[in-house]
């Protein structure tokens, strides 16, 4: 009788321990938002592959973040906002300590649900660029540049090769762009420059159901005699546009695309001709920087992984990898300053807050080379970080131009701006809890 209730107590000590949520296991909850399928899963498949790789080689080699296991669940949106919503809602009761919506539209939807739900919004050189502004949006974090910054560093790189900022007036800029939120978000900032530097925008929105279908927006583009172009592109737009400006005879070095403009297969679409095609970047490509060689050991070699092996060191792959280093980055900054190891989504809202990646820290982490240093603070969420250009050599992308600063001085005001404008709309938007000065 004895034995038989011992071993009933041991069950029940079991199941209990079982059914304790995610943080009493001294474990940290990280939902991802992904699409593997759609139109849009020509991108998103090697993001999901690099954000879930990176998080499985840290449990794999150290068990976790600082002594926390890395619980880790996709959610498939296929890029719906709709599904996005529903994905979040259906995880926000796990205790999550980020979630990455991976969308401009989903993030939208939940930039007003995150100081509700306790739960920091990612949304990694995407979303809206206002939400950098801190002290507006204490909840939402966009590391390391925001489009309005992608959108200055490609003018600064005309300016470069057309010998200075002085010979952009008569010129004519085009941007091509997914008729959707994030397509139109470098507008403003463009408008400004135009305004500022004297040349003339042209603007080529593609609705989503016409991706592979620009003939007529390639037509406009030689009508107009446009000398460069800046592509806010992501998924099957990307390749046809690389594709049409091959057929159109568009000088393929002065098409530039956003850093989501940037995949291989982006690339590739244009076979020899696209030689010289340039994607703004934010991290190197190839596997031969440590924290990939950990990858390949920890992960592919265990068959845990859902890419390609010859995949790793791609760009989205990379960037997949760029965005759970950083979530990795505000959980253990979130530790340090808490000193607990199951932190919470408040504790890593202040991770991110205090996060400051150092060239030394890059180099712990084996991605020395692999990127630039990242400091965010308490009333900039995102840094207005350095980018440089990624020009495709005809078989992979290489780094083609020093790291560049983005026109800080035009875009962090117009940012502020905006910013107060996005939350004035909103009588009842949440404010910050605590003044800035004190850190929180």
């Known amino acids: 009788m004895k034995r038989h209730l011992t071993v009933a107590a041991l069950a029940a000590t079991t199941l209990a321990s079982l ?15 992904t699409y593997r399928t759609g139109p849009f899963a020509g991108s998103g498949v090697h993001i999901a592959n690099g954000m879930r790789d990176y998080l499985e080689m840290l449990n794999q080699r150290d068990g976790g973040i600082g002594g926390a296991k890395i619980t880790i669940e996709e959610c498939e949106t296929g890029y719906d906002t709709k599904k996005g919503v529903e994905c979040y809602e259906s995880m926000k009761g796990k205790n999550p ?9 989903i993030t939208l939807q939940l930039i007003p649900k995150a100081a509700v739900d306790k739960i920091p919004v990612l949304s990694m050189a995407y979303g809206l660029s206002a939400s950098a502004d801190g002290g507006n949006f204490p909840w939402v974090f ?29 010129k004519t800029l085009g941007l091509m762009h997914l008729d959707a939120p994030f397509g139109k978000e470098p507008i403003p900032v463009l408008e400004a ?19 592979q279908n620009q003939g007529s927006q390639w037509l406009a583009i030689r009508r107009d005699r446009v000398d460069w172009i800046y592509n806010q592109g992501w998924g099957a737009m990307n390749p046809t546009a690389v594709k049409e400006a091959v057929k159109a005879g568009f000088p393929i070095d002065k098409l530039v695309g956003v850093w989501w403009a940037g995949g291989d297969d982006d690339a590739r679409a244009g076979e020899a001709a696209a030689k010289g095609y340039k994607t703004l ?42 965005n759970s280093m950083l979530i990795a980055e ?32 890059l180099k712990e982490m084996g991605m020395e080379g ?27 992308y290489v780094k083609a131009s020093d790291w560049m600063d983005p026109m800080k001085e035009i875009v962090r005001p117009l940012i502020e701006q905006e910013a107060k404008d996005y939350v004035a709309k909103d009588a009842g938007w949440p404010k910050r809890t605590a003044p800035c000065e004190k850190g929180a």
């Not at 300590?97 to 539209?105: A, C, H, I």
């Not at 992960?299 to 010859?310: G, H, I």
């Open 19 to 33: 059914a304790l949520p995610a943080q009493a296991q001294d474990s940290v909850y990280v939902p991802l938002l």
């Open 97 to 105: 300590v980020v979630v990455n919506p991976y969308s401009t539209g």
């Open 142 to 170: 966009n590391p390391p540049a925001t489009y309005w910054d992608g959108a200055s560093v490609f003018v600064k790189h005309v300016a470069a090769v057309e010998g200075g900022l002085e010979k952009l007036k008569g």
């Open 193 to 211: 420059l135009a305004k500022k530097y004297g040349f003339t925008l042209k603007l080529y929105p593609v609705p989503a159901a016409q991706m």
């Open 281 to 322: 970047n934010f991290h190197n490509t190839g596997n031969s920087f440590p924290v990939m060689q950990d990858i390949l050991k920890h992960v592919f070699d265990k068959n845990l992984s859902q890419a390609k092996r010859e995949q790793v060191g791609e760009n989205l792959y990379n960037r997949g990898v760029y």
């Open 330 to 361: 505000a959980v253990r900054t979130a530790q340090k300053i808490t000193g607990k190891k199951a932190v919470t989504g408040e504790d890593v809202r202040r991770g991110f807050e205090a996060l400051n990646i150092t060239d030394a820290r």
């Open 370 to 396: 692999f990127a630039n240093s990242v400091k965010l603070a308490c009333n900039d969420h995102n840094g207005h970080n350095k980018v440089f250009v990624s020009q495709w050599d005809g078989s992979k």
